[in-house]
């Protein structure tokens, strides 16, 4: 392979081109949306079974992308290759199913294979084509195309502004069925129960938390002293000061107490209550843990108290939302 002299400008020039161009694709097709494209939604939202996503090429790869896509967000779906459809696979297509059939060309020969067997089976077609004039958009019951006219690179025409295209569109159908469905955040992190999606959506500060007799709660009438005391035995750097009622009403922080000592020699004797900060931030045991993150980030706190109508239940601090990999 020929070697050519590197010059930075040059492959800057490249790269650039190469978004522009797909993002111009993507561009173009958000401005010209298909005119099919309400009756696809309509029709993916009625479907009983499931999505059977088919590519071939580059475009498997989107398929497999967009049968992941829709399975996460509420439309259960899986990828069909289909070159092995035709030995032996297609039977796991039913007729409660839809095909999603992916091909810029329109001519591709492994999927137009597919179509008479699965209009046998009477399973709606809908495809995704670079333009409507090809054999797959005829015998499809829904087509819509990307207009896309050329790929980013006149050499190879390499896929890539087809397939950006056609990722963007079977994205945008996902989320369209999102919102006709009432998917909620909730049933989204029940599909994504591990990894960051997974503890973004799913832990909440009542997972978290220190609670009983692990929260360094003191009594409003203890002295500092006291309460240095329950601030070293609970090791959270803070202790929490509640009336009688466990109604909290202030808090005494390691920095607290730093700053009192820099004032005052001899402070050891006198009213926690004297000394705490009133009315401290604090967090309800429902919310979700990065969100907690980002207050403790946002306010420069590390340790905040849980409270439930005004009482404290428990104790997170910012080390715990690191350990659960919220960080």
Do not use: Y
């Amino acid at each position: 392979m020929k070697k050519s002299n590197l010059n930075s400008e040059q492959i800057r020039r490249w790269v650039s081109d190469v978004l522009k161009g797909e993002a111009a694709a993507i561009s173009g097709l958000a401005d010209a949306l298909p005119a099919e494209c309400v009756a696809v939604v309509e029709l993916l939202l009625r479907c009983d079974g499931r999505v059977i996503v088919t590519g071939m090429g580059k475009m498997s790869a989107i398929a497999r992308k967009t049968a992941a896509t829709l399975s996460s967000v509420g439309t259960p779906a899986i990828f069909l290759h289909p070159g092995e459809a035709m030995h032996g696979d297609l039977g796991i297509v039913t007729s409660s199913d839809i095909l999603l059939a992916l091909s810029n060309s329109g001519e591709t020969n492994e999927i137009l294979d597919l179509i008479p067997h699965l209009k046998r089976n009477k399973v709606p077609i809908i495809s995704i084509t670079g333009s409507l004039s090809n054999a797959l958009s005829s015998v499809s019951d829904l087509n819509m195309a990307t207009g896309v006219t050329r790929e980013a690179d006149d050499i190879t025409q390499a896929p890539t502004n087809s397939t950006t295209a056609t990722l963007a569109l079977c994205d945008a159908l996902a989320i369209a069925l999102v919102h006709l469905k009432g998917f909620t955040a909730e049933q989204f992190a029940a599909n994504h129960p591990g990894g960051q999606i997974g503890r973004n959506l799913l832990l909440r500060v009542s997972d978290l938390m220190a609670t009983e007799s692990a929260i360094p709660v003191v009594a409003c009438d203890a002295s500092l002293r006291d309460t240095i005391v329950v601030i070293s035995q609970g090791k959270l750097g803070a202790g929490f000061i509640i009336d009688s009622s466990q109604h909290l009403l202030g808090i005494l922080t390691d920095g607290d107490l730093r700053r009192i000592l820099e004032r005052d020699p001899n402070p050891l004797d006198q009213p926690v209550a004297d000394l705490m900060t009133r009315s401290p931030r604090t967090l309800t045991s429902d919310l979700l843990a990065v969100q907690a993150l980002t207050l403790m980030n946002d306010c420069q706190i590390t340790v905040m108290p849980v409270v439930d109508n005004g009482i404290v239940i428990g104790a997170l601090h910012l080390h715990e939302l690191l350990k659960a990999g919220l960080g």
